[in-house]
Every structure is written in structure tokens, then in C-alpha cells.
């Protein structure tokens, strides 16, 4: 899958946001390493803090079913859902990344349309970034 469809796919899903609160839409697409894409769109709450971020919705979406080996992720997002600049992913959501992620490997697509992204990988973003590697745990 390339970039372009992956991106489709984060766009398609945000008409499903529910930010009633922020008016800030934010959706996104995971590729997973078997070609499956996981969609998540942001999630808010009457009393803020369990909110969800749209990136951590598509990873726990993947996770839950047994998926932990990912690609990259396309994201989208704007006031109103307005595409009007790129939204790059909070630190939380680079953390939950950086659990499942190849710092050097996965690639993070932020996008304002289908043929206007900017790629980076996770590393670039968190850089220097503590992961599972640091505890020296086995996944
Ligand atoms: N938001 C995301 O979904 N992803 C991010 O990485 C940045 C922020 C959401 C959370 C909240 O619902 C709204 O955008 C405004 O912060």
C-alpha cells in the first residue's frame, strides 16, 4: 500500500471523530507489517481527561487483535476537521509508538491531502526516545 491510499484511508475516517468539545477532528490510518490497515479517529469526553487520540485509537484497535508489527501511519486532522495543516501526533501517542514502533524503520505521515504529506520516521520525532529495548524486556 502506498502512501497516497493510506492517507485515503485516515481521510475517510474522519467524518467519525467525536470531538464535541475541541471541534478538532484528527484521524489516521496504521499499516501493519501483514498490510491491514487500522483506522482511528479522536475521541472525547464530557470530563476531558479520557479522551483518546486518534493515533493511540488505531494502535490499541491493532493491538486488541493480536497485531503489533507496524509500517507506518498516516494522520490527519484540523479545526473542524479543515485540513488546513499538517497535525503532528502528541507525545503520548509518539510513546505508544515508540512500544510497538522501529524507531529507525517506522515511518509517520502527516498529511493535508491524498498528494500533500510529509514523511519522517518515528526516530525523527522521538528523538532519543525510552522504549521497550531500555528495560530490556521480551515483547
Ligand atoms: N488529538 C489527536 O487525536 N491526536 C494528536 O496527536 C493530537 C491531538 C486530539 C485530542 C483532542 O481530541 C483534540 O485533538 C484536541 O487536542
Not at 507489517?33 to 479522551?51: D, F, H, L, R
Request: with cysteine; charged share 25%.
Amino acid at each position: 500500500m502506498d502512501q497516497k491510499a493510506l492517507i485515503q484511508a485516515a481521510i475517510d475516517t474522519l467524518p467519525f471523530s467525536y470531538s464535541p468539545y475541541s471541534d478538532f477532528k484528527v484521524a489516521a490510518a496504521l499499516l501493519s507489517k501483514e498490510g491491514k490497515v487500522y483506522t482511528g479517529c479522536n475521541i472525547e469526553s464530557a470530563s476531558y481527561t479520557p479522551s483518546n487520540c486518534a493515533e493511540r485509537t488505531a494502535f490499541f484497535k491493532a493491538v486488541s487483535e493480536g497485531v503489533r508489527e507496524f509500517e507506518a501511519i498516516a494522520i490527519v486532522g484540523g479545526r473542524k476537521g479543515i485540513l488546513d495543516d499538517y497535525c503532528p501526533p502528541c507525545g503520548v501517542c509518539r510513546q505508544v509508538m515508540m512500544e510497538f514502533c522501529s524507531p529507525r524503520d517506522f515511518k509517520v505521515i502527516l498529511a493535508k491531502g491524498p498528494d500533500d504529506y510529509k514523511e519522517f520516521t518515528l526516530e525523527e520525532i522521538l528523538p532519543l526516545g525510552f522504549g521497550p529495548g531500555n528495560l530490556l524486556v521480551d515483547k
